[in-house]
Nanobody, 128 residues
Framework: QVQLVESGGGLVQAGGSLRLSCAASGRTFSRSNMGWFRQAPGKERDFVAAISWSDGSTYYTDSVKGRFTISRDSAKNTVYLQMNSLKPEDTAVYYC?????????????????????WGQGTQVTVSS
């Protein structure tokens, strides 16, 4: 059984930082692209960041560029999202996602439906 388990969410003041972790089990994701998405109340789930398995290239939505950093430790089957300079508009449930296409060397996906594995989500709340 494949599981992605997020942790590290919480309540933080604007300008603060959080580090999210996503630990995978049941399958290795060392040859899979990984992503982070977020969903605010009443809104769709949106792309935040992704990291390529092949060369470690990273991708971000414009609103988090320069503030968030995605990284991975393939030996630990874990992906991270370092979030700095947090803003109230970053408040959402954050989800880790794994692309099921092992060894895929095409474009890193930004779309929700391109990812096959999802965590349960972790709440991030940024107060003003």
């Amino acid at each position: 059984q494949v599981q992605l388990v997020e942790s590290g969410g919480g309540l933080v003041q604007a300008g603060g930082s959080l580090r999210l972790s996503c630990a995978a089990s049941g399958r290795t994701f060392s040859r899979s692209n990984m992503g982070w998405f977020r969903q605010a109340p009443g809104k769709e789930r949106d792309f935040v960041a992704a990291i390529s398995w092949s060369d470690g290239s990273t991708y971000y939505t414009d609103s988090v560029k320069g503030r968030f950093t995605i990284s991975r430790d393939s030996a630990k089957n874990t992906v991270y999202l370092q979030m700095n300079s947090l803003k109230p508009e970053d408040t959402a449930v954050y989800y880790c996602a794994g692309d099921g296409r092992s060894g895929w060397i095409g474009r890193v996906a930004f779309e929700v439906n391109a990812y096959d594995y999802w965590g349960q989500g972790t709440q991030v709340t940024v107060s003003s």
